[in-house]
C-alpha cells in the first residue's frame, strides 16, 4: 500500500518557539494532504487541508497565522508551529490518499507527532 | 449537525468475537470507513463501505445500513492484538470525513 512517512516522531519544545512537522507521500504523488490534531481519548480534528501550490484550506477556529502549512512539492507537506504554547502540546497527524487507487477513499497516514511544550 | 456516535469503550474476551456499533447523521453520504489505532499511533485502514450489506476481509467483516444510518465492525476470533482504539468515519456530500470519536476495546486473557 501506499507509505506517508511524518517527521519528527517526538518532539518536545520551549513555550514560545516554533516546531516544523514533515510529511511526505513516499511512494505516491499527493496534490492533497490532510493535517489533524488529536488530544488523547478524543478523536482526529481536522486542522486544514494542505493543496500542492496552494494555499491551504484551514477548519473553521484553527489560527492560519499559528499552523503555517506549505505545500510545495506533490511528496511534501510542512506544518508548522509558530509560537508554540503547552496547549499546543498535542499529537498530529498528516494523512494523504493515493489518486492511483482510485476513489476508494482510503486514506493513508503518517506515523504521527507528538508534540510536548514546556 | 453532523454527528458519529459510537460506544467509547468495550471489553472482550480473547478468541471470542465483538460487535462495535457505529451510528451517524450526516450531510449527505459517500462511504463510511472503519479505521483501526493503536495507542500512540497512527490510524490504519480496516474497511469502506458504500453500499447497503456487509464486507467480509479475514476476522473482520464491516456492515452498513444507509437508511438506519448504522454500521458495525465484527471482529471475529480476538487475539491480543486487537486491543486498540477503532474509528468510525462518514465521508458527507462535500467529501470531508467525519470523525467519531472512537472505541477503545479491552480484550482480557
Known amino acids: 500500500g501506499a507509505v506517508v512517512s511524518q517527521h519528527p516522531s517526538w518532539v518536545i519544545c520551549k513555550s514560545g518557539t516554533s516546531v516544523k512537522i514533515e510529511c511526505r507521500s513516499l511512494d505516491f504523488q499527493a496534490t492533497t494532504m490532510f493535517w489533524y490534531r488529536q488530544f488523547p481519548k478524543q478523536s482526529l480534528m481536522l486542522m486544514a487541508t494542505?493543496?500542492?501550490?496552494?494555499?491551504?484550506?484551514?477548519e473553521q477556529g484553527v489560527e492560519k497565522d499559528k499552523f503555517l502549512i506549505n505545500h510545495a512539492s506533490l511528496t511534501l507537506s510542512t506544518l508548522t508551529v509558530t509560537s508554540a504554547h503547552p496547549e499546543d502540546s498535542s499529537f498530529y497527524i498528516c494523512?494523504?490518499?493515493?489518486?492511483?487507487?482510485?476513489?476508494?477513499?482510503?486514506?493513508?497516514f503518517g506515523e504521527g507527532s507528538r508534540l510536548t511544550v514546556l | 449537525g453532523q454527528n458519529i456516535d459510537q460506544p467509547t469503550e468495550m471489553t472482550a474476551t480473547e478468541g471470542a468475537i465483538v460487535q462495535i456499533n457505529c451510528t451517524y447523521q450526516t450531510s449527505g453520504f459517500n462511504g463510511l470507513f472503519w479505521y483501526q489505532q493503536h495507542a500512540g499511533e497512527a490510524p490504519t485502514f480496516l474497511s469502506y463501505?458504500?453500499l447497503d450489506g456487509l464486507e467480509e476481509k479475514g476476522r473482520f467483516s464491516s456492515f452498513l445500513s444507509r437508511s438506519k444510518g448504522y454500521s458495525y465492525l465484527l471482529l471475529k476470533e480476538l487475539q491480543m492484538k486487537d486491543s486498540a482504539s477503532y474509528l468510525c468515519?462518514?465521508?458527507?456530500?462535500?467529501?470531508?470525513?467525519?470523525w467519531g470519536a472512537g472505541t477503545k476495546l479491552i480484550i482480557k486473557p
Open positions: 468515519a462518514v465521508r458527507d456530500s462535500n467529501y470531508q470525513l467525519i
Open positions: 494523512s494523504a490518499r493515493d489518486p492511483g487507487l482510485g476513489d476508494t477513499g482510503e486514506l493513508f
Open positions: 463501505n458504500v
Open positions: 494542505s493543496n500542492e501550490g496552494s494555499k491551504a484550506t484551514y
